[in-house]
């Protein structure tokens, strides 16, 4: 089993850029396939992106796409998401997820919330206008 810990949110002007990380515990991060999603109240969770066990590989939402980098060091058990040029319609909880899935390859990833084993317990990220 895997703990997740989310942290860096807070509050930021539009325009601003914002580090969030996911800390693992348990087992070694290296192990899993991870993602990132946000949710706002009344709206479902929204794929904000994911990254490869080896960190090679990444994909976003479209939301984000061009404003968003996710990498992670293993050696740190940790996984970060940078994101840039916010907008206050990135107000929202960001989560970490951790996919166990042992069959995906190394260079795999996954955009599915339904794919994700584990979750943090989110990080609040307020975006001023």
């Known amino acids: 089993q895997v703990q997740l810990v989310e942290s860096g949110g807070g509050l930021v002007q539009a325009g601003g850029s914002l580090r969030l990380s996911c800390a693992a515990s348990g087992r070694a991060l290296s192990n899993y396939i991870m993602g990132w999603f946000r949710q706002v109240p009344g709206k479902e969770r929204e794929f904000v992106g994911t990254?490869?066990?080896?960190?090679?590989?990444?994909s976003y939402g479209d939301s984000v796409q061009g404003r968003a980098t996710i990498s992670r060091d293993n050696a740190k058990n940790t996984m970060y998401l940078q994101m840039n040029s916010l907008k206050p319609e990135d107000t929202a909880v960001y989560y970490c997820?951790?996919?166990?899935?042992?069959?995906?390859?190394?260079?795999?990833?996954?955009?599915?919330?339904?794919?994700?084993?584990?979750w943090g317990q989110g990080t609040q990220v307020t975006v001023s206008s």
């Open positions: 990254i490869s066990r080896s960190g090679g590989r990444t």
């Open positions: 997820a951790a996919d166990t899935a042992t069959y995906k390859g190394t260079y795999s990833y996954t955009t599915e919330r339904s794919g994700y084993d584990y």
